[in-house]
């Protein structure tokens, strides 16, 4: 009886093998599929280096997205590039050609926007110059607004998002501020004409930060007794970090944002708006 089973016992274990092998060939066409749609999910995060832009950058890959990391030095692109496996580009936003060439290079895959890059220069209007306030505008404004422009067809043909950063001071008003102040108030003015310009293609939001732990704020909170000083003005009295903006962040870029547009995000520990103090 055993010797009879023996064809049909092939027969069976053929068509399990078939079956077996279509059903790998297909989940490796559909992985494959898969990687070049996520390959064309391209978000470009101007100063993608730096402590915000790399958690958003880490939270878009982990999502799916393809984020692209820009920014002028080097070293600091292959070493976070590696970190996290993305693409890099190196660019000076204030060169405009190195925009352009950024967006040329990706240009009908670019979803989303995220512009990071930022400078603080704090001292009294009495001793300021005129180039103190062009320069902080030419670097904090101006290069969002040759970023979005040279990236405008892609971002409307993928209905895309953008996403700037400005300050708490802008509402605040803190003494010493009126260089940043000037241009990233421009940025949240930005943000809303922007909105209303590209609407219901582009969705364009802004974050404000409190203080944060980069580069850039290493010389106001290296002193630890400024540094505790400057926490205990917030009603939740810390340093912000770079993973406080990621996941709001990519939220803000990716696809699950399909109704919020034009809004100022304050990302401050409640110092924006909260008084705990008597």
Not at 17 to 36: A, G, M, W
Not at 61 to 75: C, D, F, L, T
Not at 190 to 200: D, K
Not at 204 to 211: D, H, Q, R
Request: hydrophobic share 40%.
């Amino acid at each position: 009886h055993c010797y009879l089973m023996f064809p049909y016992i092939m027969e069976v274990c053929i068509k399990q093998i078939q079956l077996l092998y279509y059903q790998y060939y297909y989940l490796l066409i559909l992985n494959l599929k898969l990687q070049e749609f996520n390959m064309k999910k391209k978000i470009l995060i101007f100063g993608g280096t730096g402590a915000i832009g790399f958690s958003i950058a880490k939270n878009l890959k982990s999502q799916g997205y393809n984020p692209i990391i820009i920014a002028r030095n080097e070293e600091d692109l292959i070493n976070k590039s590696k970190e996290i496996d993305c693409l890099y580009e190196i660019c000076d936003v204030l060169e405009t050609n190195q925009i352009e060439e950024i967006s040329k290079k990706h240009q009908e895959d670019v979803v989303g926007l995220a512009y990071c890059v930022g400078s603080i220069n704090l001292r009294p209007l009495k001793i300021t110059k005129d180039e103190d306030f062009l320069d902080s505008f030419k670097i904090n404004t101006l290069g969002a607004i040759n970023s979005i422009k040279m990236n405008l067809p892609s971002l409307t043909s993928n209905n895309g998002s953008i996403l700037l950063f400005s300050t708490i001071a802008v509402q605040q008003g803190f003494t010493n501020h009126s260089i940043v102040s000037s241009s990233k108030g421009a940025i949240e003015g930005l943000t809303l004409s922007l909105a209303a310009e590209f609407a219901p293609k582009i969705k364009v939001n802004c974050i404000a930060p409190s203080l944060t732990d980069s580069k850039m704020s290493q010389k106001m909170i290296s002193n630890e007794t400024i540094k505790k000083a400057i926490e205990n003005m917030h009603p939740i009295p810390k340093i912000g970090n770079g993973e406080d903006f990621g996941d709001l962040a990519s939220f803000l870029l990716g696809e699950k944002n399909n109704w919020i547009t034009g809004q100022i995000f304050h990302i401050d520990g409640g110092r924006s708006t909260l008084r705990i103090k008597a």
